[in-house]
Antibody, heavy 116, light 106 residues
Framework: QVQLKESGPGLVQPSQTLSLTCTVS????????VHWVRQPPGEGLEWVGT???????DYNSVLTSRLTISRDTSKSQVFLEMSSLQTEDTAIYFC??????????WGQGTLVTVSS | EIVLTQSPTTITASPGGKVTITCRAS?????MYWYQQKPGASPKPWIY???KLASGVPSRFSGSGSGASYSLTINTMETVDAATYFC?????????FGSGTKLEIK
């Protein structure tokens, strides 16, 4: 079955770079797109970015200067790197797989806290 | 980007009652999608293509709408339905979400 699992550091210092990994199973990254969505504690959902099945990427315009999404198809992993982190980036980061235009499968999420 | 405005922000309903959550888009969208989220859990896909129920979603839920106005309705609400519901569109990039409606049980 389709599974996604996020992993990452949990705590990041301000101005540092966040690196997250999404490990997927049950489907191929070469035929499915994976997206990152984040949710500040107690708040709503925000699309972060997408790596399409062909390897192209799209990013939220407010994050594009700090964001890189990549993948290793042989390891079934998708990576998120976000630089210059600020406290406003504190959130649960989810990786998701879409089906047409909706987020049909979600990982459990990983909480990232930006704090010194 | 298309802004989605959900109302109400919070709603309290009694078991057995009927609940309607509204999602209004700043521009017309082709379809609306809905998610249910409970505390400490990931959002669950709930309704897709405006009115189709995701696998496992009880038939007391329904979705409707067109253009810029959409709604999620629960007929005969149950205590297990207490959660936050989010709408989402991807008729244009970026995909956007509503701010959520918290459904509480009276």
């Amino acid at each position: 079955q389709v599974q996604l699992k996020e992993s990452g550091p949990g705590l990041v210092q301000p101005s540092q770079t966040l690196s997250l990994t999404c490990t997927v199973s049950g489907f191929s990254l070469t035929t499915n797109s994976v997206h990152w969505v984040r949710q500040p504690p107690g708040e709503g959902l925000e699309w972060v970015g997408t790596i399409w099945s062909g390897g192209n990427t799209d990013y939220n315009s407010v994050l594009t200067s700090r964001l890189t999404i990549s993948r290793d198809t042989s390891k079934s992993q998708v990576f998120l790197e976000m630089s210059s982190l600020q406290t406003e980036d504190t959130a649960i980061y989810f990786c998701t797989r879409s089906f047409r235009n909706w987020f049909a499968y979600w990982g459990q999420g990983t909480l990232v806290t930006v704090s010194s | 980007e298309i802004v989605l405005t959900q109302s109400p922000t919070t709603i309290t309903a009694s078991p057995g009652g009927k609940v309607t959550i509204t999602c209004r888009a700043s521009s017309s969208v082709s379809y609306m999608y809905w998610y249910q989220q409970k505390p400490g859990a990931s959002p669950k896909p709930w309704i897709y293509d405006t009115s189709k129920l995701a696998s496992g979603v009880p038939s007391r839920f329904s979705g409707s709408g067109s253009g810029a106005s959409y709604s999620l309705t629960i007929n005969t609400m149950e205590t297990v339905d207490a959660a936050t519901y989010f709408c989402q569109q991807w008729s244009s990039t970026p995909p956007t979400f509503g701010s959520g409606t918290k459904l509480e049980i009276k």
